[in-house]
């Protein structure tokens, strides 16, 4: 990791924000040239199901494309009567294959009966079981010592009461309480804090090239960071009685998501400026789906450390940021 790089990152970073923006203001024009009409087949396995799209009068049906390789809007005729469209039966599974290629969700996957077909089944279970490994597994600690971060722990004694009380997540334990007042630099410009969270798997992958990234972006931009601590079985408003503690600015804290079926891996950065214990939750920000099928780690890392420039000049976060931002 050099200075070059996250500079490049960073500038990458933004021209792609700002190339979306363009793609979504075309969007939206389309969009409000397309009146609404009700009518379409989908198939489902063998079978077709009623749906709702949207086609301009002359049958055409505009689709836009959520893969990050093509975003372009297609425009598929599907030679439609007035009330039902066909279409043709040998274009059916290139449709459908087409049509699950955009969306990691579990979409047209077919049926046994009433049942799910066995791949279906087994995927499933596959993806069920990688959410639970996630939410009870353990980050390994050479990432955690190898990254030199202050190890501390929440008020939680195990995983169970972990997920059975999360208000004991957003505490520190005693001991730890007093590790920060005696081991962390007060009052820096911004605390990085990384807890497991609901996934230690997104910290194992993702982590140290979101703080890697993060840290140098912080440099770049001459943003002093303090102390860097991880919390074990740590919540997201634990960020509240580290302010309190410390001081800072601003508080980021790197945790894992709670794991859904699509991936198990993936981190959130939340943020808020001076959080302190009350901070009300409109005060905080996301940056979510960070991993590699979401937002990269290292660009998330670069964008990271230009949130929390902002953060720092408006004095804001949040709901208040928007509204200071006009
Ligand atoms: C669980 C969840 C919730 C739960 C949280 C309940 C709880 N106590 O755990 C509920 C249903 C309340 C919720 C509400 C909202 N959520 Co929500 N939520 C999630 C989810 C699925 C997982 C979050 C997680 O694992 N956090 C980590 C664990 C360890 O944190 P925690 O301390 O246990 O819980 C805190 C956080 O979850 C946080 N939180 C949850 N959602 C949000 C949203 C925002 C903007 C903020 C600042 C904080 C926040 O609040 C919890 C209490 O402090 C994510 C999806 C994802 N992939 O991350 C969406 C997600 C974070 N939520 C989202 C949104 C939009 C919201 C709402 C604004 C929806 C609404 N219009 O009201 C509200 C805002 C809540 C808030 N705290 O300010 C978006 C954020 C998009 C963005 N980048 O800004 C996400 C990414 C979903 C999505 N893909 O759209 N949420």
Redesign the pocket.
């Known amino acids: 990791m050099n200075e070059q790089l996250i500079e490049k990152i960073t500038k990458m970073v933004v021209e792609k924000l700002q190339t979306s923006n363009l793609k979504t203001d075309d969007r939206d024009n389309d969009n409000k040239q397309m009146p609404v009409m009700l009518f379409q087949e989908t198939l489902v396995g063998n079978h077709f199901t009623e749906e709702i799209v949207r086609a301009t009068p002359d049958g055409n049906v505009k689709f836009f494309d959520t893969a990050l390789e093509d975003k372009k809007p297609k425009s598929v005729n599907l030679q439609a009567s007035k009330s039902k469209p066909v279409i043709e039966e040998s274009n059916k599974e290139a449709y459908l294959a087409d049509l699950r290629k955009k969306t990691p969700a579990r979409i047209v996957v077919g049926r046994a009966g009433t049942r799910p077909k066995t791949a279906t089944w087994l995927q499933f279970r596959f993806d069920h079981a990688a959410a639970v490994d996630a939410v009870y597994g353990e980050v390994p600690q050479e990432i955690l010592e190898r990254l030199g971060f202050l190890q501390l722990h929440s008020k939680v004694l195990d995983k169970e009461e972990y997920i059975r009380r999360?208000d004991l997540g957003r505490r520190l334990s005693d001991d730890s309480k007093k590790m920060v007042t005696e081991k962390c630099q007060r009052a820096p410009r911004v605390q990085i804090v990384a807890s497991n969270?609901?996934s230690a798997k997104a910290l194992e992958v993702n982590l140290e090239d979101v703080y890697l990234s993060l840290e140098q972006s912080l440099n770049n931009l001459n943003i002093e960071m303090g102390t860097t601590i991880y919390v074990d079985k740590g919540?997201?408003?634990l960020m509240d009685e580290i302010g309190e503690i410390l001081q800072p600015d601003v508080v980021i804290i790197l945790?894992g998501?709670?794991p859904g079926l699509v991936s198990a891996e993936?981190l959130?950065a939340?943020i808020c400026y001076k959080p302190r214990i009350g901070t009300i939750?409109?005060e905080?920000?996301?940056?979510?789906?960070i991993h590699k099928g979401g937002i990269p780690p290292v660009e998330a890392g670069a964008y990271l450390g230009t949130v929390i420039q902002k953060i720092l000049k408006y004095e804001a976060s949040?709901v208040s940021l928007v509204k200071k931002e006009g």
């Open positions: 999360p969270g609901l919540r997201v408003a945790i998501e709670r993936s959130s939340y939750e409109a905080r920000m996301v940056v979510s789906n949040g």
